[in-house]
């Protein structure tokens, strides 16, 4: 499966963004989705998770409350909209995929599948 991801862009504390990961085939709900973030000098952390069917959701400490993951799968899409946002948020996110259900959905190992990766800017 390939990923793309968009969305992102330059945006005040404060403000939201919507971001967007399309993904291609036929097979999209057999796919678990996550979303990943990396800032300048730092690994890639977790931040959200999605299951097969939409119904379950993880998120990392640091945006539950703020972020929400979601799925289309009728429209092959996995979406993070990201209110709130906090300068502490920029990085680049990149979306994730892997074939089935998994237990370990923070782990960016457990991911077969990767995105290119969008830049989200928050301004102080």
């Known amino acids: 499966v390939q990923l793309q991801a968009s969305g992102g862009g330059l945006v005040q504390a404060g403000g939201s963004l919507r971001l967007s990961c399309l993904a291609s085939?036929?097979?999209?709900?057999?796919?678990?989705m996550g979303w990943f973030r990396q800032a300048p000098g730092k690994e890639r952390e977790f931040v959200a998770h999605v299951s097969l069917s939409g119904r379950t959701t993880y998120y990392a400490d640091s945006v539950e409350g703020r972020f929400t993951i979601s799925r289309e799968n009728a429209k092959n899409t996995v979406y993070l909209q990201m209110n709130s946002l906090k300068p502490e948020d920029t990085a680049v996110y990149y979306c994730?995929?892997?074939?089935?259900?998994?237990?370990?959905?923070?782990?960016?190992?457990?991911?077969?599948?990767w995105g290119q990766g969008t830049q989200v800017t928050v301004s102080s």
């Open positions: 085939g036929r097979t999209f709900s057999s796919y678990t």
């Open positions: 994730a995929a892997v074939w089935g259900r998994t237990s370990d959905y923070s782990r960016g190992s457990r991911y077969t599948y």
